[in-house]
C-alpha cells in the first residue's frame, strides 16, 4: 500500500502496533518479521494471513498445545554448514537436532482430520518435508549433550579405553608419590593439581630441590611450586598423547558430520524458517487477545463495513484502568463514499477517523481487528492522512499553505482504491474562502471516487453533506447537559458545535455570550441551534427507543415463558391421556387373559363330561358376557323407572331385587343367611346380602 505522507504509519500509530507485535515474538526471525510488518494489497495473502491468526488464536482459546518451542537462532550455524571444509561443533549440532525435532513434531500434530480444520496454519508447511537422516545421522555420532559418543568410531573406541587405563596407571603412581612426599613433609597441599594439561605437585617453594622432576610454574605468592615428579612423567606423556589422539578423531568425525548434513543445509534453513513463522503466527493471536480481535470479511475491492470497531490501543489502555471503550460503527461503499463528521472539539472526531485508518492498515497487514465478526474490509492501494498542524519551518510554509499542498496531493492522486483521513478540512484560513475551497477539494475527492473520512466544524461543508450524492453526514454525541462528551458516531445528521452551550455551562458572563451571538451571522446561529436542537430530540427518541426495544423485549419473554407454560400443560394431557389408554389397554389384557384361561377349562369340561349343553352353555356365557352385559344395563334401567329401594331387614313377603341381575321378585321363604325367591312362576335360592327390598312407583297418570 503506498501512503501519503510517509508518517502516516506513525499518525495511525500503526508504528505501534508493530512494537506490541514485536514484543510477543520469541524468535529473531519473527521479531524482525514484525518490526517489519507491511500492509498488502493482494487479497489471497491478506486471506492467508488473517486466517491463520485465527486459527491459531482458536488454538489459544481452546488452550490446544501447538508443538513449535524452538526460540534458538542458528542463522550463522546453517551458514557455516553450507560452507565446504566448515566443522561444527557438538554444541551447535544438538541445537540443530532440536530443529529437526521441532519440525518432526509439528509433521506429527497436522495429522488428516487437524489439516483440514487448520488448513491456513498447515499452508506454512507446503513445499517442505521431514528428513529423518538429519535427526539419525547426528544421533549416532553424538550424545544428548553433543558430546561425541565412543562408538562413534572404532578408532575413537580404542583411544578412549587406552587412556582409560593409562589414566589409571597415572592416578596410581600419583597418589603413592603423594603419599611418600606428604609423610616428608614436602608439599603444600596434598589434593592433585592440573598445570598445561598435566598431573602436578603443589610443594613448598623451600623444598622444590628436594624433589627430582619438571617445574610447570610457581604460585603469585612464589611461597608454593607445581613440579611433576619424574615417576608420573612418561605416564603424563602418555595420556596427553592420547588425549591429542582423541581430539584430531573427535575432530575428523565432526567435519564427516558436517559434510554429510551440509547437503541438507538448504532444507535446515526452512524449517528454521518455518519455526519462526509459527512464532509470528503466535505472536499475531496473542496480541489479538489483548484487544479482542476478530476475523472480518476481505473483499476485493473498496469498502468499509465496521460494525462495533474499537481503537485497539485506545481499548488495551482502557482495560488496564478497567474503564469501557466506546466502539465506532460506520458504512463506506459505492453509494456513500464519504463521511463528514462534525461535533464540539474533544468529541472523539479525530480518534473515530484514527479508529478506521488503523483498523484497516491492520487488516491489510493480516492482523486480527477488534471488530464484531459481521464487519467487512476492502482492499485500497493507497492511503492518505492529513491530521493536525503539519506546519513546514523547512519551507516556511503557513499552517494552512502546508494544508493546500497535502490537499493537493490528494486530488491529484485520489482514485477509486484511495482511502483518505483529513481532519479539519478548510481550517488555518478565513472561514467563508477556507469553506469554500473545503468544498472544491469535497467534490473533487468525490468526482474521483476516493473514499474517506472527513472532520470539520464548517457548516457550509455540513450543508453540502446533506444535499450531495455519495458524501453523508456524521455527528459526534454530546451531553449538553453535563457537558460531556458521550464518544458516539450518529450516521445521517451534522453535529452542533455547541459553542454557546459550552460557554454558558462554564460561567461565561451572559452579556458576553449575548454580544458574541449579535456578531454572528443570524442564519448561521439559527442553522447551529437548529442542530443542537435536532441531537438533543435524536437522543431522546434513542432513549424512548431503547425503552421500546426493552419492553420488547420483556413481551417476548413472557411470551416465551407462557408457551413454555401451555406446552407443559399440553404435555401433561397427552401423559395423562397415554396413561390412561395404557390402563385400558392393562385391563383388555388382563380380560383377554381370564377369557384364555376360562377357554382352555372349558374345553378341559368339554373332554371330560357328557353334559355336553351345560358345557356350550358356558362357553356361551363367555364369549357373549359383553352382550349380557347390555341386557343386564338395559333391565337395570327398566327396574329402575318402575321399582325405588326402600331398604330395611329381608322379610317374607316383601318385594326385593337382586344386586346382579336386577331381577325382581317376592320373598317366600328364608333359610338362615339365604332366601327363596319367587321370579315370575320360579323360586331360587339367593344369599341375603346381595337383595335389596322395593317398592313399586306409583304410577301418575
Known amino acids: ?49 488473517l486466517r491463520q491468526s485465527h486459527e491459531f488464536r482458536q488454538l489459544l482459546q481452546h488452550s490446544v498445545y501447538f508443538p513449535n518451542d524452538f526460540v534458538l537462532n542458528l542463522a550463522r550455524e546453517l551458514k ?6 566448515a566443522v561444527l561443533s557438538g554444541e551447535q549440532f544438538v541445537h540443530i537436532r532440536k530443529l529437526a525435532e521441532n519440525i518432526q513434531n509439528i509433521f506429527r500434530w497436522f495429522d488428516n482430520e487437524r489439516r483440514l ?32 559418543m565412543d562408538h562413534a568410531s572404532e578408532e575413537l573406541r580404542r583411544i578412549r579405553v587406552s587412556l582409560y587405563k593409562k589414566r589409571g596407571d597415572l592416578r596410581r603412581v600419583f597418589e603413592r608419590v603423594v603419599q611418600k612426599l606428604n609423610k616428608q613433609g614436602y608439599l603444600a597441599d596434598i589434593e592433585e593439581s592440573f598445570l598445561n594439561g598435566r ?21 603469585d605468592t612464589r611461597r608454593t611450586a607445581f613440579i611433576e615428579p619424574e615417576e608420573t612423567i612418561e605416564l603424563n606423556n602418555e595420556v596427553y598423547s592420547l588425549e591429542n589422539e582423541e581430539q584430531r578423531e573427535i575432530y575428523r568425525l565432526l ?87 462534525s461535533g464540539p472539539n474533544a468529541g472523539g472526531k479525530t480518534v473515530t477517523m484514527k479508529t478506521i485508518g488503523l483498523n484497516q492498515m491492520m487488516v491489510q497487514a493480516g492482523l486480527l481487528v477488534p471488530v464484531h465478526p459481521s464487519s467487512v474490509f476492502g482492499i485500497f492501494k493507497q492511503l492518505m492522512i492529513h491530521i493536525g498542524d503539519t506546519q513546514s519551518l523547512e519551507f516556511e510554509l503557513s499552517t494552512y499553505s502546508s494544508h493546500l499542498k497535502n490537499m493537493k496531493h490528494f486530488m491529484e492522486t485520489a482514485n477509486g482504491k484511495t482511502l483518505f483521513f483529513i481532519d479539519e478540512l478548510g481550517s488555518g484560513s478565513d472561514p467563508n474562502l477556507g469553506g469554500a475551497f473545503a468544498e472544491v477539494i469535497m467534490e473533487e475527492l468525490a468526482r474521483k471516487h476516493a473514499m474517506g473520512i472527513v472532520t470539520t466544524h464548517y457548516l457550509n461543508l455540513k450543508v453540502m453533506a446533506n444535499k450531495t450524492p455519495g458524501i453523508i453526514n456524521g455527528a459526534m454525541a454530546f451531553d449538553e447537559q ?220
Open 255 to 341: 567435519r564427516a558430520l558436517t559434510a554429510d548434513l551440509s547437503g541438507h543445509a538448504e532444507l535446515l534453513k526452512t524449517y528454521l524458517q518455518v519455526a519462526g513463522e509459527y512464532d509470528f503466527i503466535r505472536a499475531k493471536a496473542r496480541l489479538a487477545q489483548d484487544y479482542n480481535g476478530e476475523y472480518p470479511m476481505v473483499v476485493d475491492k473498496a469498502h468499509i463495513h465496521a460494525v462495533n470497531a474499537y481503537h485497539p490501543l485506545l481499548f488495551i489502555y482502557n482495560k488496564r484502568l478497567e474503564k469501557p471503550t466506546i466502539p465506532v460503527s460506520l458504512t463506506l461503499d459505492d453509494k456513500n463514499r464519504i463521511l463528514v463528521i
Open 482 to 701: 453535563n457537558l460531556m462528551p458521550m464518544y458516539k458516531l450518529i450516521i445521517g445528521k451534522p453535529g452542533s458545535s455547541y459553542t454557546f452551550s459550552i460557554a454558558e455551562r462554564i460561567g461565561l458572563e451572559k452579556r458576553l455570550i449575548e454580544r458574541a451571538r449579535q456578531m454572528v451571522d443570524e442564519d448561521h446561529f439559527s442553522l447551529d441551534r437548529l442542530l443542537n436542537r435536532t441531537e438533543q430530540d435524536l437522543r431522546e427518541l434513542e432513549l424512548k427507543e431503547k425503552e421500546l426495544n426493552k419492553l420488547l423485549k420483556e413481551n417476548e419473554r413472557l411470551k416465551k415463558e407462557m408457551e413454555q407454560v401451555l406446552d407443559k400443560e399440553k404435555h401433561r394431557q397427552q401423559v395423562e391421556l397415554l396413561k390412561e389408554q395404557n390402563r385400558i389397554s392393562e385391563e383388555k389384557m388382563i380380560q383377554l387373559k381370564d377369557m384364555d384361561r376360562k377357554m382352555k377349562q372349558i374345553l378341559i369340561e368339554w373332554k371330560k363330561t357328557t353334559d355336553k349343553e351345560k358345557v356350550m352353555k358356558e362357553m356361551f356365557s363367555l364369549l357373549f358376557k359383553k352382550d349380557e352385559k347390555q341386557v343386564v344395563n338395559k333391565l337395570q334401567k327398566k327396574i329402575e323407572s318402575k321399582f325405588d329401594e326402600v331398604g330395611g331387614d329381608i322379610r317374607v313377603g316383601i318385594k326385593v331385587k337382586m344386586k346382579r341381575n336386577h331381577q325382581v321378585g317376592e320373598v317366600i321363604e328364608l333359610r338362615g343367611k339365604r332366601a327363596v325367591v319367587k321370579i315370575g312362576l320360579l323360586p331360587m335360592q339367593v344369599d341375603i346380602k346381595d337383595l335389596v327390598a322395593v317398592k313399586e312407583k306409583p304410577v301418575i297418570e
Open 117 to 148: 480444520a487448520y488448513n491456513g496454519l498447515a499452508l506454512v508447511l507446503e513445499g517442505t518435508y521431514y528428513e529423518k537422516q538429519i535427526k539419525d545421522r547426528i544421533n549416532e555420532i553424538l550424545d544428548d549433550q553433543g558430546v561425541v
Open 199 to 219: 598431573r602436578v605437585l603443589a610443594v613448598f617453594a623451600e623444598q622444590k630441590r628436594m624433589i627430582k622432576g619438571i617445574l610447570h610454574g610457581e604460585s
Open 80 to 85: 557455516l554448514l553450507g560452507i565446504p571444509g
Open 1 to 49: 500500500m503506498k501512503l501519503f505522507p510517509e508518517s502516516a504509519i506513525v499518525q495511525l500509530e500503526f508504528e505501534k502496533i508493530r512494537t506490541l507485535l514485536e514484543q510477543h515474538c520469541k524468535t529473531e526471525y519473527a521479531k524482525q518479521k514484525s518490526l517489519g510488518l507491511r500492509i498488502h494489497t493482494r487479497l489471497s495473502f491478506i486471506e492467508t494471513e
